[in-house]
């Protein structure tokens, strides 16, 4: 799923090719929405909400989107647009005379009044990416979450917009173990794990490519993340991937044993093959 700075670069991209501008193209493909006309009127703005996108019309509404899993938002020139509005996997088209916003494989899309917009986003925690971002607040919320600190690093009612990929990146390099109960970390441990999110965050979001390391070179990328079987950067013991959370909603995380206080809870200790390799024990992963 992507996480937090992709969708606000998706939100940026959006925003500087339809705002101020009059749609021309108004195709909605959700059948709750497949009538509604937004021709005639103009986007106000195109902005994130951690991992929401909300796309704000002069109308009084707003399209709200959720990537999921495989969601993406494309956007084209005009001459381009027909090849992708036959696509299967095509679930709406809002067009200028300039740009066609093409939303593919979007896991949630609704049309509702700005002014309710509280309604799909206001139980989400500070966004790390907003402008409502206060560490105070997510500190708070993380200590009283009463769960492991990877849980509350990925529950979005305690801070907005990190997934899988920073929340290990992050514990590990805090040299934090992810199944720590997060209350036992105390500000002293909580403090400077919030503001290596946030730099890791804003650091992403002008990229393309998500880098932990400072290195965009494939296979270079990253710390712990995706690199289970493969020897850790920092002290060559094996990283690792295990689940977290309740049964059918389980994540997967990467960690270094040595550098994060043991094995998980979880983590049987047997060998791990690298992701991505053949023959051996195959390593769950689930990202989100």
Request: charged fraction near 25%.
């Amino acid at each position: 799923m992507p996480e937090g700075d992709t969708v606000w670069r998706s939100a940026d991209r959006l925003h500087r090719a339809l705002a101020g501008e009059v749609i021309t193209l108004s195709d909605f493909r959700f059948p709750e929405i497949a009538t509604l006309d937004l021709r005639g009127s103009s986007t106000i703005e195109v902005v994130s909400r951690g991992k929401h996108l909300l796309h704000r019309v002069d109308s009084g509404v707003t399209i709200h989107s959720h990537l999921k899993m495989e969601g993406q938002w494309r956007v084209e020139r005009p001459d381009d647009t027909p090849r992708w509005l036959r696509r299967a996997d095509l679930r709406v088209a809002v067009g200028t005379d300039t740009w066609s916003a093409l939303g593919l494989r979007l896991g949630l899309l609704e049309v509702l009044p700005t002014q309710h917009e509280d309604r799909v986003v206001g139980h989400l925690g500070p966004d790390v990416l907003g402008p409502d971002w206060d560490p105070e607040e997510a500190a708070t919320r993380l200590l009283a979450s009463g769960t492991e600190v990877s849980a509350a690093l990925l529950d979005q009612r305690v801070l907005a917009g990190v997934g899988t990929l920073w929340a290990s990146e992050s514990l590990f390099l805090e040299r934090i173990g992810p199944w720590t109960a997060a209350a036992e970390l105390g500000r002293e441990r909580v403090d400077p794990l919030l503001a290596r999110v946030s730099r890791l965050l804003d650091l992403a979001r002008h990229h393309a490519i998500q880098s932990s390391t400072g290195v965009r070179r494939k296979g270079e990328e990253n710390y712990v993340h995706a690199r289970s079987g493969r020897p850790c950067r920092r002290c060559g013991d094996t990283i690792r991937v295990s689940m977290i959370g309740p049964p059918g909603r389980e994540r997967t995380m990467f960690y270094c044993p040595t550098c994060q206080g043991g094995l998980a809870p979880t983590d049987d200790g047997r060998r791990q093959r690298p992701l991505g390799s053949t023959g051996g024990r195959a390593t769950p992963y689930r990202r989100a």
